[in-house]
């Protein structure tokens, strides 16, 4: 069980560096998020991972550790309304710069058109 949790854990977080490195905006938030994912489940792997366990009942050596799935809880919130601003500030730039590169430099605009969107921000 611990083997295929690293498998994921290892597969999220490679996925979501791979995908953090790309110029564009919508494969970054799928990174942020592969990423986010990866972290929670790395914290829900903290507490004992076992099957057929009483959680609470029993001698105080198998009680089951409630911090991790409260932090876990906590993460998918944050995680969550991150992804939604993100979301939402990828689409603003996308408006405003006709355009969805990372940097803003996703392709040369012609002396016509900057005149033209200076022309028109004023």
């Known amino acids: 069980m611990e083997l295929l949790f690293a498998l994921v854990i290892g597969t999220l977080t490679a996925s979501g560096i791979y995908l953090l490195l790309r110029a564009r905006t919508f494969p970054v938030i799928m990174g942020l998020t592969l990423l986010s994912y990866g972290v929670n489940l790395f914290l829900f792997a903290t507490g004992r991972l076992a099957t057929g366990q009483q959680p609470v009942i029993g001698t105080a050596a198998t009680y089951a550790d409630p911090l991790p799935q409260a932090l876990v809880l906590t993460a998918i919130?944050?995680?969550?309304?991150?992804?939604?601003?993100?979301?939402?500030?990828?689409?603003?730039?996308?408006?405003?710069?006709?355009?969805?590169?990372?940097?803003?430099?996703?392709?040369?605009?012609?002396?016509?058109?900057?005149?033209?969107?200076?022309?028109a921000s004023k």
């Open 77 to 119: 919130v944050i995680g969550f309304a991150m992804t939604a601003f993100l979301v939402v500030l990828s689409l603003r730039s996308l408006a405003d710069n006709q355009d969805d590169h990372v940097n803003g430099e996703g392709r040369e605009m012609s002396a016509s058109s900057k005149q033209e969107r200076e022309v």
